[in-house]
T-cell receptor
C-alpha cells in the first residue's frame, strides 16, 4: 500500500500562532489531496483540498501549500484559535480513483493554547 | 437532517462473538465506506460499496463482512471478534466516487 507520511504527530501552539502540518507521498500518480479535521468524539470532516495543478489554495484561515517536485504538501493555519484544537489528517488519492482509493496519513493532534 | 448515523455508539463484546455495527445515511449517496481508526495507524479502509449489492475490499478486510441490500444501509459484521479488532469504527458516505466523504460519529468497539 502506498504511504502518506504525516508529521508531526502532535503540535502545541499559542493562540495566534501558525501551526504547520506536513505530508509527503511516494506515488506520483496521486491527483487529489484533501485535509480532514476531527474533533474529539466526532467523525472527520473535509476541511480543504487541492489538486496538483495549483501550488497553493486558501480557504479562510486555512492554506494548503503543494510542492509537486518534492511530493510534499502542507497545511497552514493562520491566526490559530483554541477552537482549532483537533486532529488533522492529510490524504491522497490516485488518478481516476474513487474515494475508495483514498490513503490517509496517521494524523496530527493540534492543541492551541489560549 | 440526520445525515449519517452509526449505532451503537459504544459496544463491548467478548472474543469469538459475532457483532454487527450499523450505518444508515439519509442522503441516498451511492458510495459508503467503513474505516477503523487506531492510534498510530490513522484511518484505514476496511470495505466500501459503490452501490447497492456492490462491495469491495479495502486495506484491512480480514475478519470483517459487509452487505448492502439497500442504498441507505451498510452494516459491518465481525463474524468472530478478536482483541485486535478493538478500535473506533467510522462509516462514511459520498455522493459519487469523486465527492467528499461524510463521516458518522463512530462506534467505539472493545473486544475483551
Amino acid at each position: 500500500q502506498q504511504q502518506v507520511k504525516q508529521s508531526p504527530q502532535s503540535l502545541i501552539v499559542q493562540k495566534g500562532g501558525i501551526p504547520i502540518i506536513n505530508c509527503a507521498y511516494e506515488n506520483t500518480a496521486f491527483d487529489y489531496f484533501p485535509w480532514y479535521q476531527q474533533f474529539p468524539g466526532k467523525g472527520p470532516a473535509l476541511l480543504i483540498a487541492i489538486r496538483p495543478d495549483v501550488s497553493e489554495k486558501k480557504e479562510g484561515r486555512f492554506t494548503i501549500s503543494f510542492n509537486k517536485s518534492a511530493k510534499q504538501f502542507s497545511l497552514h493555519i493562520m491566526d490559530s484559535q483554541p477552537g482549532d484544537s483537533a486532529t488533522y489528517f492529510c490524504a491522497a488519492r490516485g488518478y481516476g480513483g474513487s474515494q475508495g482509493n483514498l490513503i490517509f496519513g496517521k494524523g496530527t493532534k493540534l492543541s492551541v493554547k489560549p | 437532517d440526520a445525515g449519517i448515523t452509526q449505532s451503537p455508539r459504544y459496544k463491548i463484546t467478548e472474543t469469538g462473538r459475532q457483532v454487527t455495527l450499523m450505518c444508515h445515511q439519509t442522503w441516498s449517496h451511492s458510495y459508503m465506506f467503513w474505516y477503523r481508526q487506531d492510534l498510530g495507524h490513522g484511518l484505514r479502509l476496511i470495505y466500501y460499496s459503490a452501490a447497492a449489492d456492490i462491495t469491495d475490499k479495502g486495506e484491512v478486510p480480514d475478519g470483517y463482512v459487509v452487505s448492502r441490500s439497500k442504498t441507505e444501509n451498510f452494516p459491518l459484521t465481525l463474524e468472530s471478534a478478536t482483541r485486535s479488532q478493538t478500535s473506533v469504527y467510522f462509516c462514511a458516505s459520498s455522493e459519487t466516487g469523486d465527492s467528499p466523504l461524510h463521516f458518522g460519529n463512530g462506534t467505539r468497539l472493545t473486544v475483551t
